[in-house]
């Protein structure tokens, strides 16, 4: 674990993971290569059809996989290092996945993106009963105006394969919540037979409305790999914010914006899933030190 007043060093992160990037700059990226998806062929129609009817979607081979090897392997020195994988968003190359899935955000969203300062990165280790997230619903409120308007949105990217043994995603879809004498509250109310389970691989990305009923699977100790995986949440502008404080994407926060953003999300998420108390308590450290030295 690294002490919290060296967290706040951008060179102890680099060492970590050399093969990443830590851009401190407020000049975005740059580079055009960022901006598109690596296949622009999805078909929206289809896409549109299936997120409107069951409140998700699932795209496969879309994104470049050699730039999600190199994160996978960056999650992994992390937790080799014992640090929590949402670190990983310490990395501009985190950022940049979700930037090239513009055309895809911008066809739910419109053309008005901005990141929610919501997000989270996995490490399911099958070696210790790991698990996803319990069922739940992003955001409990409206998260899209009739049929043709989507006002939140979440995708969710593996990096590595996620499958029923390693704990994929699982979803409720909308099609069957809709036949229900009222939504659902509590996992009791699920019917088994409607219950979804979403294994995808490196490449693909999911993506689904805020109010969908989802959760993430348990991994069996017969997994042969832990599931791996990204999760950010996003907004069409054009509506109110949703959160205190919107992100750009093509311009995500520089290195102590990211770190104080990242540490603030482990006393939100606690509930979520099993954190350790000391990386709790690392995290407040961290947030701590994030705050004296701005206020510095």
Partial sequence: MIPPKNAIQPDIWQNINPQLSITNSQNGFGGDAAISASNDGFDASTLSERFWDEGYFLIEDILPLDELGILRRGIENLVANGLPPAMIYLYDEAWQVFRRLRPVL???????????????????????????????????????????????????????????????????????????????????????????????????????????????????????????????????????PMARQLLELDQPPVFMERLELIAAQFEKYKHMQSIAPEIVEWAKAVLNECRANRAG
């Fill in 106 to 240: 911008s066809h739910f969203l419109g053309e008005r993106v901005a990141l929610l300062p919501h997000f989270w990165a996995w490490h399911v280790d099958p070696r210790d009963g790991g698990r996803g997230w319990p069922p739940h619903r992003d955001y409990q409120g409206e998260s899209a105006l009739g049929d043709d308007m989507v006002i939140s949105l979440s995708l969710w990217v593996p990096l590595s394969p996620a499958t029923p043994q390693n704990g994929c995603m699982y979803v409720l879809p909308r099609s069957f919540e809709r036949t229900y004498d009222h939504p659902v509250t509590t996992p009791q109310e699920v019917l088994l037979q409607d219950v979804r389970a979403l294994p995808a691989g490196p490449g693909a990305v999911m993506g689904w409305r805020q109010d969908l009923y989802h959760w993430g699977g348990r991994a069996s100790k017969h997994a042969a790999e832990p599931r791996i995986s990204l999760s950010l949440e996003f907004q069409n502008a054009a509506f109110d």
